[in-house]
């Protein structure tokens, strides 16, 4: 089998794979680590989970089209409709999901804080990852994405994380706030670019590093089933009856993906 020759469709989206498997681990691992104090580390997740998602997304796309097209594949122009619209790419992988009998949630299904990242990653895609550079020059910047996130862990902290561990939290940073209080100055700003004392800087960290996990949970909720759609895709390469595949295993590349609530909040590092 070592010379067997497999068609370009097949090493193009192998790569695709890799490429989409680094971006949603890093996108994670960089989410986990992310804090008022490491901003960049936003931007770093935001960028590699809606690249990853995007390209998780068109590549579902793109084999379903070859599936019903005698395995031709679609047009440059076909695929650039799509554009960076995370939204509505998950519309098309739904609609795909449906005809396969595959669950796939479509976007009223989800609760309320998984359509709001959805959200959030469809508009980093497409906008407002250029949002400091657009604010410079123009009045139109649409909603600052760390702003953005800031609300969502606001909710999360309300829906997902418990009192008792809340309060826990905030205990612990009153202790150390007043140990520090008359001998810090804090010039620090929030996701919001409001200032922050050196107490609200602590209150944040504690308070985030708690919600991030959850967050952190719910973007695999989302992903997870997607996962699951590109497999059965991938899966009817075995029934076309031809000597080399024209696309891998992809669901391969995201087995590192699993969706167990307790595994996910202990994890800090991707894959």
């Known amino acids: 089998m070592h010379d067997q020759q497999f068609p ?43 690249v990853g998602t995007e390209r998780l997304l068109k590549a ?31 519309d098309s992988a739904v609609s795909i999901a449906s005809n396969r009998n595959v669950n796939l949630p479509n976007r009223s299904a989800l609760d309320s804080l998984n359509q709001e990242i959805l959200g959030l990653l469809s508009a980093f895609a497409q906008t407002t990852r250029y949002y400091n550079l657009d604010a410079l020059s123009s009045s139109q910047r649409g909603e600052d994405p760390l702003a953005h996130w800031s ?20 205990d612990q940073v009153n ?16 996701l919001d670019q409001r200032p922050i004392s050196a107490g609200d800087a602590l209150e944040l960290l504690g308070l985030h590093d708690q919600a991030v996990k959850y967050a952190v949970f719910r973007i695999v909720t989302i992903l997870s089933p997607i996962r699951d ?3 059965t895709l991938s899966h009817e390469s075995y029934s076309l009856g031809i000597s080399a595949p024209p ?25």
């Not at 695709?16 to 691992?29: D, K, P, R």
Request: glycine fraction near 4%; hydrophobic fraction near 45%; charge should be positive.
């Open 229 to 231: 759609l590109i497999e």
């Open 8 to 50: 370009s469709s097949f090493l193009l989206l192998q790569q695709e794979g890799y490429l989409i498997s680094s971006c949603l681990a890093t996108g994670l691992t960089e989410l986990r680590a992310a804090n008022v104090q490491n901003k960049g580390a936003f931007y770093s997740a935001l960028f590699n989970l809606s």
């Open 247 to 271: 696309f891998p295993q992809m669901q391969d590349f995201l087995r590192w993906m699993w969706n167990d609530r307790d595994y996910v909040l202990r994890k800090k590092k991707w894959p």
């Open 60 to 90: 579902i796309v793109i084999i379903e089209y070859m599936l019903n097209g005698n395995l031709a594949v679609p047009s440059k122009k076909q695929m650039k409709e799509y554009g960076h619209n995370i939204i509505d790419l998950y």
């Open 151 to 170: 609300n969502i862990i606001v909710s999360i902290l309300s829906q997902d994380v418990s009192a008792r561990q809340r309060k826990r939290i905030l």
């Open 175 to 190: 202790l150390v706030a007043k140990a520090i209080d008359d001998i810090s100055i804090s010039r620090m700003h929030g």
